[in-house]
């Protein structure tokens, strides 16, 4: 287990961005798969982006073209960049690590969306849109 502490939500409108960060512990981050997740009231949670060891990216359908996921390892740090933000996209959104698959397939344990790949997560960050 490591430590993961999302920040950066917050209330705007339609149309407006916002950018998500998730601060990690530990020493090997740069070997870690990184997700993020999010999940509104009454709902089960959804997978919204991930981001391997060397950079390689994969969205949700819903999100592409809108949301764009970084990191930089000096900081320890993922982003998720988001855009023209609607009200659906209102939920509390997860930060997930994946600790334990580096060098393997991007593909295996349910591929990047799978939720069963990641060991570690986030407390979470409150995001609405309002319209």
């Known amino acids: 287990q490591v430590q993961l502490v999302e920040s950066g939500g917050g209330l705007v409108q339609a149309g407006d961005s916002l950018r998500l960060s998730c601060a990690a512990s530990g020493r090997t981050f740069s070997m870690y798969a990184m997700g993020w997740f999010r999940q509104a009231p009454g709902k089960e949670r959804e997978f919204v982006a991930a981001i391997r060891w060397s950079g390689d990216t994969y969205y949700a359908d819903f999100v592409k073209g809108r949301f764009t996921i970084s990191r930089d390892n000096a900081k320890n740090t993922v982003y998720l960049q988001m855009n023209s933000l609607k009200p659906e996209d209102t939920a509390v959104y997860y930060c997930?690590?994946?600790?334990?698959?580096?060098?393997?397939?991007?593909?295996?344990?349910?591929?990047?969306?799978?939720?069963?790949?990641?060991?570690?997560w986030g407390q979470g960050t409150q995001v609405t849109v309002s319209s």
């Open positions: 997930a690590a994946d600790i334990r698959t580096y060098g393997g397939s991007w593909y295996g344990l349910g591929g990047p969306s799978s939720s069963v790949r990641y060991d570690c």
